[in-house]
């Protein structure tokens, strides 16, 4: 299974990627109130799902590297880290495009964006933080940290149903959820950013064969 | 144990408590990112705090131009409701009976904004009427 989602992974995103394309620009609906910069949600949305498998990722192959002592799991867990840390900035940066014409503003203290942000601080602190700790021939230090860093990782997702804020909920909840055309984009492009997310490891496992 | 070893442990620590207190601030400034406008009349009466940030939402018609070029509009969580005065930048979405979030100071009833957003809706839904363009009360 792993070793066909690492040889496939890049023809499947192509093809999920164009089809998804398609669906966000000329399939979906402009949407009733925010009109057409709503589009942007479908790769926010995306960005999200692949920072929450590559941190769930690290967070379990920094365990297993505490429990098996094998230097290869803290490899695997660190290139998860980068690839979640890349995908939190966009997904920050891609959010601040959106909520300018939206909100009105490019970024305000609401509870969600700073833990997003936090999010995105302690993971960057973490890839810093692990090579430091490889060469000081400590590397469990470096897992121990990603496992307190992941507890900010369900705060995001918590913080804006049990706090205040301008960040939407549009699924459960008191969220209205979306229209189906909408509903089929999101799911396609969440199909390209999976195999986009098994495509980076793929290449960056890879890259430390060299 | 080693000095270097000794170092890393001292990081973690540091870093520990760093973050814990990131956190910590996060969460208490923005455990109530706005008040509701009953609250904020409250709130004024009080305390002395001045600056609030208040959501609620905007009454339908009140939305009003001025010859300045501010514009006053009320909001309301449909208990209370405040008049809005407020120059500057509006959010593309902004109108009618939508959720708005306003930070300034609350003076009697009238609240002197500097900074105006407007809450994107929850549901998304398709837009049958694609010409029709959001645009201001006249």
């Known amino acids: 299974m792993i070793l066909f989602l690492r040889r496939y992974s890049f023809l499947f995103f192509i093809i999920f990627m164009t089809l998804s394309l398609y669906m966000v620009f000329l399939y979906a609906p402009k949407e009733k109130i925010m009109g057409d910069v709503q589009r942007i949600f479908y790769f926010h949305m995306g960005y999200v799902l692949v920072f929450t498998i590559a941190f769930t990722m690290n967070l379990i192959y920094s365990i297993k590297f505490l429990r098996h002592n094998n230097l290869a799991d803290s490899n695997i867990a660190y290139i998860n880290g980068e ?14 495009i959106w909520a300018k014409p939206v909100w009105g503003t490019w970024w305000t203290s609401d509870p969600q964006l700073t833990t997003t942000l936090i999010l995105f601080i302690l993971y960057f602190t973490y890839l810093v933080f692990h090579k430091l700790a490889l060469k000081s021939g400590v590397p469990r230090y470096s897992s121990i940290f990603a496992i307190i860093a992941f507890i900010d990782l369900p705060i995001v997702y918590i913080s804006v149903r049990i706090m205040r804020g301008i960040s939407p909920v549009v699924f459960g ?36 064969k060299i | 144990m080693s000095s270097a070893k000794k ?51 905007v009454e339908k018609g009140s939305i009003k131009k001025n010859m300045d070029g501010s514009i006053t509009f009320n909001i309301t969580d449909l208990e209370k409701s405040i008049e809005v005065e407020y120059k500057g930048e509006i959010p593309d979405i902004f109108k009618d009976e939508i959720e708005a979030v306003v930070e300034g100071e609350l003076v009697g009833k009238t609240f002197f904004a500097n900074k105006l957003f407007a809450k994107c809706p929850t549901k998304y839904e398709e837009d049958l009427a694609s010409s029709e363009k959001v645009s201001l009360a006249k």
């Open chain 1, 83 to 96: 690839i979640g840390t890349v995908f939190t900035l966009l997904t920050l940066v891609s959010g601040m």
């Open chain 1, 173 to 208: 909840g008191e969220g209205g959820g979306i229209s189906s055309e909408m509903m089929d984009t999101l799911l396609v492009t969440f199909g390209a950013f999976l195999f986009l997310y098994f495509y980076l490891l793929d290449l960056r496992l890879k890259l430390d």
């Open chain 2, 7 to 57: 170092k890393i442990k001292i990081l973690v620590i540091v870093l520990l408590f760093f973050f814990s207190f990131l956190i910590f601030k996060a969460v208490e400034s923005s455990l109530v990112y706005y008040l509701t406008v009953s609250e904020a009349l409250e709130v004024r009466a009080q305390s002395k705090i001045k600056r609030l940030r208040v959501s609620g939402i």
